[in-house]
């Protein structure tokens, strides 16, 4: 008797005209996720790159701050690198390089929030001074030109993780709004409390 009940259920709904064509609008909408995807994309990228502005990670903690030695470095500039554009104190900014190579990518049902930057591993995760190697530096030495030279460890000094990508709790509640608009428009979407 139940299972009568939900097929004749079923069938009204189906004979229901606005219903039915909602129906299909998200059947269509499910087929067809890449628009919500490449959304989502965008958002978790403005998520991160406002994290160099916060200097903070995802969880919302300030990241540690930058050595004296570093700071110093970031003043006058080191190797082939200037002075840092945003000031010695601002943390994962020296160029700018790595805020500008965030980017998303679509890869099927998944976004994939990212950096390309060589570096960027060792800023989300730290790393121990010397840890990739190093190069010797026959002709350059911080207090300038030396024929002696030094050998150069890459990292120069250890480096604390400062994680600049992953989710948060703020973001992912954008991204649930902009689900439950996409899925069931923003009137339905507000009512059950997709987008708060």
């Excluded at 470095?73 to 390089?97: M, Y």
């Amino acid at each position: 008797m139940a299972k009568q009940a939900f097929v004749q259920f079923g069938i009204d709904i189906y004979q229901r005209p606005n219903i039915g064509t909602a129906i299909a609008q998200l059947r269509r909408r499910l087929t067809t996720v890449q628009p919500v995807l490449e959304e989502i994309g965008k958002i978790y990228v403005e998520s991160t790159k406002l994290r160099f502005e916060s200097q903070t990670d995802p969880k919302g903690r300030v990241w540690k701050y930058n050595t004296r030695q570093t700071q110093a470095k970031k003043r006058k500039g080191f190797w082939a690198r200037g002075p840092a554009i945003e000031g010695a104190n601002k943390r994962l900014i020296w160029t700018g390089r790595l805020r500008k190579s965030i980017h998303y990518r679509v890869g099927g049902n998944t976004v994939y929030v990212m950096s390309d930057a060589p570096y960027a591993p060792l800023q989300q995760f730290g790393a121990t001074a010397g840890m990739y190697g190093g190069f010797w530096n026959a002709m350059y030495m911080e207090s300038g030109w030396n024929e002696r030279g030094a050998f150069q460890p890459i990292p120069w000094a250890e480096v604390p993780p400062r994680p600049f990508l992953g989710p948060n709790l703020k973001t992912n509640e954008k991204v649930l709004g902009v689900l439950g608009d996409y899925l069931l428009g923003n009137k339905v979407a507000r009512k059950l409390g997709f987008n708060e």
